[in-house]
């Protein structure tokens, strides 16, 4: 039996007896004079006198934006690469587009086909997509794909970690309708969810600022046009049941909002 402080060997021999109930309990404490719990700390994997408990707290959901881009030709599918970060088994990939003459899309990320969350269609076309992408690291391609031809295209593309195992998905209102503000109501968004937006406006970018609070960033997604706005809130710090997404140009035609936790 060897003590942290001995550098050589130290034996003990204790004798085995099993008489009265005293004598075992003399036993048990000899052993543990000679097995002090620095021993069983230092077995465990840790330094005596600084054990402490393992967390079983999972990791602080984060979300990071990774990039925006755009093309303004006609054409039934369009490729962008977009770093997309460092693989991992719980990235979650979000995707706010943006489409003039609306046909529909599909948005794939590293080969994954992302779930359309939300869409709003009016001339042009606005919605956001998400789904767990796990392999890849770095730029990656980002595909954009119709059924006919769309005239132009606009992405913003965001990574969330961390969530919730079982992740929940606020989908928030849509507005419709040619020059109209309107705003999109998001309802059941605590403070541990992440709102995205996408708005489509012939009148110009879109600054977000009668939501109901101030966005993260605002973010014109397409400069060709018809003005592709992105916008997040990271996280969301309003404690109210709705939440209020207000795109504040005139020539809006189309809005959509959704949260993640």
């Keep these: 039996i060897r003590d942290i402080g001995v550098t050589g060997v130290q034996k003990c021999a204790l004798p085995i007896y099993f008489g009265e109930r005293h004598h075992m309990k003399r036993l048990l404490l000899a052993l543990l004079l000679l097995f002090p719990l620095s021993a069983v700390a230092q077995f465990n994997g840790c330094p005596a006198g600084f054990c402490s408990p393992k967390s079983t707290v999972a990791s602080s959901p984060t979300a990071t934006f990774k990039g925006t881009a755009s093309n303004g030709?006609?054409?039934t599918t369009r490729t962008f690469s977009i770093d997309i970060g460092t693989a991992s088994a719980?990235?979650?990939?979000?995707?706010?587009?943006?489409?003039?003459?609306?046909v529909t899309p599909s948005v794939a990320v590293n080969g994954v086909t992302l779930t359309q969350d939300i869409v709003e269609i009016n001339s042009a076309g606005v919605a956001?997509?998400?789904?767990?992408?796990?392999?890849?690291?770095?730029?990656?391609?980002?595909?954009?794909?119709?059924?006919?031809?769309?005239?132009?295209?606009?992405?913003?593309?965001?990574?969330l970690t961390g969530l919730s195992s079982n992740t929940v998905k606020h989908i928030g209102g849509t507005n419709t309708g040619v020059n109209t503000s309107a705003p999109v109501n998001v309802t059941g968004a605590p403070t541990s969810d992440f709102l995205f937006a996408?708005?489509?406006?012939?009148?110009?970018?879109s600054s977000f600022a009668s939501s109901t609070e101030s966005a993260t960033a605002v973010r014109n997604v397409d400069t060709v046009g018809p003005f592709f706005?992105?916008?997040?809130?990271?996280?969301?710090?309003?404690?109210?049941?709705?939440?209020?997404?207000?795109?504040?140009?005139?020539?809006?035609?189309?809005t959509v909002a959704a949260t993640y936790r």
Excluded: D, H, K, Y
Excluded at 128 to 153: D, H, R
Excluded at 198 to 205: D, W
Excluded at 230 to 254: D, K, Q
């Design 198 to 205: 996408m708005t489509v406006g012939s009148g110009g970018n």
């Design 229 to 254: 706005t992105s916008a997040e809130w990271l996280p969301i710090i309003s404690t109210n049941a709705s939440f209020s997404v207000a795109p504040t140009t005139g020539g809006t035609s189309a």
């Design 90 to 102: 719980n990235r979650l990939i979000v995707v706010a587009l943006g489409v003039q003459n609306w």
């Design 128 to 159: 956001i997509c998400s789904g767990l992408v796990t392999s890849g690291s770095g730029p990656q391609n980002v595909v954009v794909t119709g059924a006919a031809v769309f005239v132009e295209v606009g992405v913003a593309l965001w990574t």
């Design 73 to 75: 030709n006609s054409t």
